[in-house]
């Protein structure tokens, strides 16, 4: 791992909490950027190998889902990108994100957190409150797909949250649902390790290998939804999970409807 000091994630302490699984990951500690994803995008593009990370203790230019901005502050959040290379073409990525997600939750219940839910396809939540992001990109390479899977998380909500684009939910942070707020090392260990975790039972059986881990942890599982695209209702129903390639299932009075993107929002009852 590279060595790095006066930042909030010291990548040598990092590997001793790692323990054997450092091996896998090469973790890059930056003092700022505008996006890890962007950047480890383009040090894809250049080469950097699977496990490469990075962090960075300020985000200015952070991307969520369909463009939207995330800005990550010191001290209060903890936001971090990670290349992972799997066997096979980009087809075989479908459903990475909420595998991603269900990493993420685990971390946190590792961690003491309880009521941690999941939004497809890339929020996570604690209650109707927004605590965190997921976002994948894609990478092709000649015998791979390269996935890079950025992850910002709340740890503390800031004296004053952000522009409204930031997000459509409001904020939930971390240390309103812990008993402690773990030491950020700690938590940064945790969440890396589940993510190989995750990783390995992806590439080996793709979603399906979490799917049933997932739905234990959707917010919206059998809850009336409408489904959104350019702010406009596409679909009502009642959410029927993921199948087994990740995409979103919705019981309408025409049967069963696979959703492949979009918004999804709780339909008022």
Partial sequence: MSTSTSLLIDPARLSALLGEAAKRFNVIALAECESTNTLLLDRAADGAGSGTVL???????GRGSRGRHWMASPESSLTFSVLWAFPGGLERLSGLSLAVGVAVVRALENCGASGVMLKWPNDILHGHAKLGGILVELH????????????????????TIGAPSVAAL???????????????HVLF???????AVAFDRFAADGFAALRDDWHA??????????????????????????????????RTPDGIERCLSGDVSLRPL
């Fill in 217 to 250: 942890r959707h917010a919206w599982q059998d809850r009336p939804v409408r489904l959104l695209r350019d702010g406009r209702v596409e679909k009502e129903g009642i959410c029927a999970g993921a199948d087994a390639d990740g995409a979103l299932l919705v």
């Fill in 189 to 195: 260990a945790q969440l890396l390790a589940e993510l």
């Fill in 55 to 61: 962090v960075t203790d300020r985000q200015t230019a």
């Fill in 140 to 159: 092709a390479e000649p015998d791979s797909a390269m996935a890079v899977v950025g992850i910002g998380l709340n740890l503390r909500l800031p004296e």
């Fill in 170 to 184: 409001p904020a939930a942070a971390l240390e309103q649902i812990v008993p402690a707020l773990p030491e950020r």
